[in-house]
């Protein structure tokens, strides 16, 4: 049974259709990414999901329990993608805090406290007011706050919008450590190659629609960049491909898609060989998520 | 739980150093600078004398009676010469021209001007025309001119008896038309009841300014960091969390006031110990209607910016009908009717009757039940407002 189950959700804001429709499922200690463009309806998603929003059509169900709005989700932890915390209050009051929110009591809150300040790297640091923290530290006690009280279905809003690499890096080693213990995970990031790293499905939503869902290798054939792009980065810059070539880069670069490396890839090279073009570097990849996100959603800017 | 964000919300208050200032520190400060000037402490030297100037062109013993009745006026402070030319430069005695100049600065009220054959004027009730005094005023102080002509008359009734050779009375009152004595019936006890007035509309006035800008300023705050939406996801609700915020605004508001007051007893002399109980009531009833007049604002505005600019519009306008600048009683009947329609109004009518009018506890029932009807009211409409942050 999925721990997730989201059936034709619909929601509407005035003149504005947020969600149309969208379906998606997530499965027990799957990591199902969460991408869009800006205003696609993943922030609306996940509010109603956390019974923030109450959805006109469709149905949200945890553990194949329906969900209604308001209704308190006690198997649900929230991570905002603000750094939702109370800036004068220390590391443990803002942690006893949203424990006591969501049912922690006594000596149980005391020790979920405890493990957050273990796990999130911050012990030394119990006493000491957010205000002072960085930003990275922030971002760790966000996360903490909503998982403290054990959630089994965890939603995370961006969780590692900016901070540097090394907090990235132990805010995904937390993750991992809740997937170990079971907890079942939706993010929502705009970093496609930590989704594509980190994620074993993901979801492409636009319009308030699931436009694309799967594997990195299932979206690449769905968006038709099935196959490997070749690239090739060439010592002098040219204005005229060869024939199956495109230019990048200003002419330092050229691409082609192939099917078959073993049999298009040689035939490639002699073309540039008889053009003349001298080639410094080769790489042959699948499309990348970006290429993919890029060729569903287009490439106009959105609001 | 709820318990839980009230102490939250002192914890952050105590490591919040700007806002502990405005919370007690300048309502305090501004307190003592309105009772020192207005209450009388500190200003042994008379600061609410009528600045006059007087110059005597009779010079004769009847015009000096009258000179020294005038000086002798403790409502007055008299010049009878020019201000100093510098050190060791004495002024010069004034003259009709200098004193005229002197009002045209400022520098006093009114000059009494008494010329040559004035000392034939005083008392005198003969038929024909009579030398009179001239006052030279400032027409911008209108009122002066005519406390100064009152005074005068009073100076001159002593300046005659003084020279009088045939059976002086014995005293002042024995010479008036209708004799009458001054009895206070408030206050004879205290320093000055106007302590008490400036104790409870400062307090007033500053509770309704942490009230609205701070206390629900942390509302919108909570809003815009997402502690809000954190908040609202967990179990404990919009009416929870309302009922959290006006308990802690009101625990703060309280303080405010108990700090106000007691400041003013130690300072100022301001009987606090003996009317505690009614202190208490007001106190307790006032502070819970401002935390929600606080909770109000904060809901309805959506940012900090309309938070401000609401609060101070509508604190600055209820304390300003509401007779925290300008007491009540000494409006008109139709303003003072009016001015009711502010909790704020019916909060100083209640400090009033415990510490000017010493009234009965029983007396405070109308001022509480109308506190509690605005409490009641502005908690139903900030949980109104408050809707919109609810399930969307």
Known sequence: MAVLEIREARKRFGATQALDGLSLSLGQGEMLGLLGPNGAGKTTLIRAIAGRVRLDGGTVSVHGRTLTAGAARPDLGVVPQENALYPLLTARENLETFGRLNGLEDKHLRERAAWALEWTGLADRAKSVVRDFSGGMKRRLNLACGVLHEPKLVLLDEPTVGVDPQSREKIYDMLSALRADGASLLLTTHYLEEAEARCERIVVIDHGRAIAAGTLPELVTQAGLAGRVVRVRLERPTASPPAGFRTENEGSILAANIHDVGAELPGLITRLQQAGLGVRDLEVRTASLQAVFLELTGKELRE | ?392
């Open chain 2, 1 to 392: 739980m709820i318990l839980m964000f009230v102490r939250n919300y002192w914890a952050q208050l105590s490591r919040d150093r700007p806002a502990q200032v405005l919370a007690f520190v300048v309502p305090v400060v501004f307190f003592s600078i309105f009772a020192i000037i207005f209450g009388g402490k500190g200003v042994v030297d008379g600061t609410s004398r009528v600045n006059v100037g007087l110059v005597d062109e009779s010079n004769t013993e009847r015009s000096q009676a009258i000179v020294s009745a005038l000086q002798g006026d403790s409502s007055l402070r008299v010049r009878t010469a020019t201000p100093p030319n510098g050190p060791g430069k004495p002024g010069t005695p004034l003259t009709r021209e200098a004193a005229e100049q002197m009002v045209q600065r400022g520098d006093i009220t009114v000059a009494v001007v008494l010329p040559a054959g004035v000392e034939w004027s005083l008392m005198s009730f003969a038929p024909g025309e009579r030398v009179k005094a001239v006052l030279l005023y400032d027409p911008g102080d209108p009122v002066g001119v005519r406390v100064v002509g009152g005074l005068l008359q009073r100076a001159a009734i002593r300046a005659h008896a003084s020279v009088s050779t045939n059976g002086a009375p014995a005293t002042f009152n024995e010479m008036l038309p209708l004799p009458f004595e001054d009895r206070a019936v408030m206050g004879q006890k205290r320093t000055s009841p106007m302590i008490a007035f400036y104790a409870a509309s400062i307090a007033v006035l500053f509770i309704m300014f942490s009230a609205t800008a701070g206390g629900g300023g942390a509302l919108i705050e909570e809003n815009e960091s997402g502690t809000l939406e954190r908040v609202l996801t967990s179990g404990l609700g919009m009416n929870g969390l309302l009922l959290a915020k006006w308990l802690s605004i009101s625990s703060l508001c309280v303080v405010q006031i108990v700090t106000m007051f007691v400041w003013g007893a130690v300072v100022f002399g301001l009987p606090l110990a003996s009317h505690l109980m009614g202190f208490a009531i007001m106190t307790v009833f006032t502070a819970g209607a401002a935390a929600a007049f606080g909770l109000v604002i904060a809901t309805l505005s959506r940012t900090r910016q309309q938070l401000t600019g609401l609060a101070n519009l509508l604190v600055l306008g209820l304390n300003a009908i509401g007779g925290s600048m300008f007491p009540r009683f000494l409006m008109s009947e139709s303003l003072q009717k009016f001015s009711l329609v502010g909790f704020n109004a019916w909060a100083l009518d209640g400090y009033l009757k415990v510490f000017w009018r010493e009234e009965p506890l029983a007396s405070l029932a109308p001022q509480v039940a109308a506190l509690i009807f605005f409490t009641l009211l502005f908690l139903f409409l900030a949980r109104r407002f408050a809707s919109r942050w609810e399930t969307a």
